[in-house]
């Protein structure tokens, strides 16, 4: 995993792009939902770019939890909250071979289900809401996912930023733009957005970011953050968008 984390940082740092963006920073403040006419034009110039370059630095942009259907990737996503993709990966790859659909869930001794989702931490809560997610699945959708983010929004536990992961990545549906904590961070540094609201952000990504953009774009966004712009120290002598980023909060 250690080794797939350079790989992608690398792919995204240390290019000629890079070392021109370093010379060529924008000195101007964000502007989204609140921008003019005129400037919401530039903005949008300058998403083209970003979304340009992030789509060659992450070509294959994906979440990193495993999965091979849209359960799977619900259930891991959940099972993610507070830990990382590499021990979720590690607890569902037998996770995955015992539950095979909603209903197998729906089923499972809870304390057994707590048993084999510890490590993942908060075991009790997760098994709890994997519980109650899969019954709702069952007897309201049939115990398939459902390929809306109204009817996805509606299970427990299912938020915009769960539900827009797995119809994005899962199903190829662009219902919104991910918002985790790396989007949340890197879109207010690019001047994307002003807010702090992950639902708020997302409208203002939406308005800036073309539909058929959205999925790639919110994952692009939140491997960007996980490797270059990260949270303590980001990497803008080495960051392929540094050019086209105001650089907003950063020291
Ligand atoms: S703040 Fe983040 S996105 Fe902007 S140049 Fe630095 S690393 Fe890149």
Do not use: I, M, W, Y
């Given at each position: 995993m250690a080794?797939?984390?350079?790989?992608?940082?690398?792919r995204a740092t240390g290019t000629k792009t890079a070392a021109r963006a370093q010379k060529r920073a924008p000195r101007q403040q964000p502007q989204a939902a609140t921008a003019s006419a005129e400037e919401l034009k530039e903005l949008k110039k300058r998403v083209r770019t970003i979304i340009r370059r992030l789509k060659k630095a992450y070509p294959d942009a994906r979440p990193e939890l495993?999965?091979?259907?849209?359960?799977?990737?619900?259930?891991?996503t959940v099972l993610s909250a507070q830990c990382t993709d590499e021990r979720v990966n590690r607890v569902t790859e037998s996770l995955f071979k015992k539950y095979r659909s909603a209903e197998d869930y729906?089923?499972?001794?809870?304390?057994?289900l707590e048993e084999e989702i510890k490590p993942t931490g908060f075991y009790r809560r997760k098994a709890e809401l994997i519980q109650q997610m899969?019954?709702?699945l069952v007897e309201q959708f049939g115990g398939e996912v459902p390929r809306t983010i109204e009817e996805m929004t509606r299970l427990p536990g299912v938020g915009r930023k769960t539900a827009n992961v797995v119809l994005g990545a899962a199903m190829g549906v662009a219902s919104g733009i991910v918002v985790d904590t790396h989007v949340h961070r890197v879109a207010r540094r690019l001047?994307?957005?002003r807010q702090k609201d992950p639902d708020k952000i997302?409208?203002?990504l939406m308005q800036l970011v073309p539909r058929s953009e959205w999925i790639h774009f919110g994952m692009s966004l939140v491997l960007h953050g996980r490797y270059v712009?990260?949270?303590?120290k980001p990497k803008c002598d080495q960051c392929i968008l540094s050019d086209v980023c105001p650089k907003v909060g950063v020291k």
């Open positions: 080794k797939k984390r350079s790989t992608r940082a690398g495993r999965f091979s259907n849209p359960l799977e990737l619900l259930v891991a729906a089923k499972a001794d809870r304390k057994q899969a019954r709702a001047g994307l957005t997302e409208q203002d712009c990260t949270a303590r």
